[in-house]
C-alpha cells in the first residue's frame, strides 16, 4: 500500500495496535515512511561536524591564476551582504567570487561528485544531521542502523517511541540523552506547526524555516543548514570546521561568525541548491584528506595552486 504526495511517496510499514507515548498522546501504527522515488543521496564517508582545532595564521592572499568569472545577482544586498562584506578584509568582493568558483571547479575536476547527503529518505537526512553533532560519522550511521533494525526512521515513529528507548538506540552517536531531546523536540515541532508533513516543512521560505529550525532545542546553524539543503534543497551553505580552516588558511576571510561566513559564500556564488551541496561535500573531502588541523598536505592537495608560494613552501 502506498501514497504519492508529491515525488515522494509513503509506505506502510506494518499494523500494531494503539500505544501511549511517554510525551502523553497515544499513537498508532501503521508507520508511514518518506521513501523519496527518484535520486536517493547516496555517499559512504561522512565527515564529522566537531569543531576541529585551527593552527594555521591566516596570511594575506595573492592569486596569480586566471580566474573564472562567474555570473552573481547584483540585486542581493542588505544585511548578508554586509555581512560578507566585513567577513572579507583582504581581497574584495568581486576577486572572493571569482577565486571562490575556482575553487569550486578545481575541487570537481579533482574528486568528482561526492554524492550528498547519505541518507535514504528526507527524514533520515534531518536525523543525521542532528545525530553528527560532536561524534564521527561512523559513529551516526551505527546509531541510524539501530533506528533502521527498530523501524524508527520516521516521525511518526521517532514521535510515539518512549524517551528511554530512543536513547538507548542512540547511544553509539555520543550525547545520546540530549540527542534524543532534539529528536524529540523536532518531531514535536513538525507536527505542531506542519501537521506532521516533512513535505509542508521543507516547501517553507528558506529564512522563515531556518529561523523555526534554529529556535529548537539542540538545532545550531550547522544542524540548520544541513536540513535546509541537504533535506529541503535550500540553497543555503553549510559552513563547517572545514570551511572555516581552508577559508582561513588561504586568507579568504578572518576569523569570523559563522553568519558572517555563510553570507560571504551565498553572496559570493550563484543561488543553486545543488552548487552548495557539492561544494561542502568537497570541503569536507579535502578537509578530512588534505588541510588537516597540523601537517597540511598542501603539496598533494587541489587547491594549492590558490596559496601564496611563501605559504606552499613552509608546509
Ligand atoms: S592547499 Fe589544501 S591542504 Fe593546503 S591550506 Fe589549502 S586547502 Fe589546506
Known amino acids: 500500500m502506498s501514497h504519492s504526495a508529491g515525488r ?42 566537531r569543531v576541529l582545532p585551527q593552527n594555521v595564521r591566516p596570511f594575506p592572499a595573492h592569486y596569480a591564476d586566471p580566474l573564472l568569472p562567474i555570473v552573481t545577482d547584483s540585486s542581493r544586498s542588505g544585511p548578508a551582504r554586509s555581512l560578507a562584506t566585513s567577513a572579507v578584509q583582504l581581497v574584495s568582493d568581486s576577486a572572493v567570487q571569482s577565486v571562490l568558483r575556482s575553487y569550486f571547479d578545481s575541487l570537481l575536476a579533482a574528486h568528482g561528485p561526492q554524492h550528498w547527503w547519505p541518507g535514504r529518505t528526507r527524514f533520515e537526512i534531518i536525523v543525521g544531521a542532528i545525530l553528527t553533532q560532536n561524534t564521527s560519522w561512523a559513529n551516526v550511521e551505527r546509531a541510524i542502523r ?62 522563515a ?19 535546509l539543503l541537504y533535506a529541503g534543497k535550500h540553497p543555503v551553505f553549510v559552513v ?27 553572496t559570493s556564488l550563484p543561488s543553486d541548491h545543488q552548487l552548495f ?26 587547491l594549492s595552486r590558490f596559496l601564496p608560494q611563501s605559504t606552499l613552501a613552509s608546509t
Open 277 to 302: 551541496n557539492e561544494f561542502h561535500a568537497l570541503i569536507v573531502h579535502v578537509g578530512k584528506n588534505y588541510c588537516r588541523p597540523s601537517n597540511p598536505r598542501c603539496s598533494e592537495c587541489s
Open 209 to 227: 524555516l531556518r529561523d523555526q529550525l534554529l529556535a529548537l532545542r539542540g538545532i545550531g546553524p550547522e544542524t540548520a543548514d544541513s536540513i
Open 8 to 49: 515522494f511517496s509513503s509506505v506502510v510499514l506494518n499494523s500494531l495496535t494503539p500505544v501511549r507515548s511517554d510525551s502523553g498522546f497515544i499513537c498508532t501504527r501503521p508507520a508511514f515512511l518518506d521513501l523519496p522515488s527518484t535520486r536517493r543521496y547516496r555517499a559512504f564517508n561522512m565527515a564529522a561536524s
Open 146 to 207: 539501530n533506528l533502521r533494525a527498530a523501524r524508527l526512521l520516521s516521525p511518526h515513529a521517532i514521535r510515539c517511541v518512549h524517551s528511554a528507548r530512543l536513547s538507548q538506540l542512540l547511544r553509539p552517536s555520543g550525547y545520546f540523552r540530549q540527542k534524543t531531546k532534539t529528536l524529540k523536540s523536532f518531531v514535536k515541532f513538525l507536527y505542531a506547526s506542519y501537521g506532521g508533513s516533512l513535505t509542508r516543512l521543507l516547501a517553507s521560505p528558506t529564512q
Open 240 to 266: 563547517d570546521a572545514y570551511s572555516r580552516r581552508i577559508l582561513e588558511r588561504h586568507g579568504l576571510a578572518h576569523p569570523a561568525r559563522y553568519e558572517e561566513l555563510r553570507a560571504l559564500i551565498e
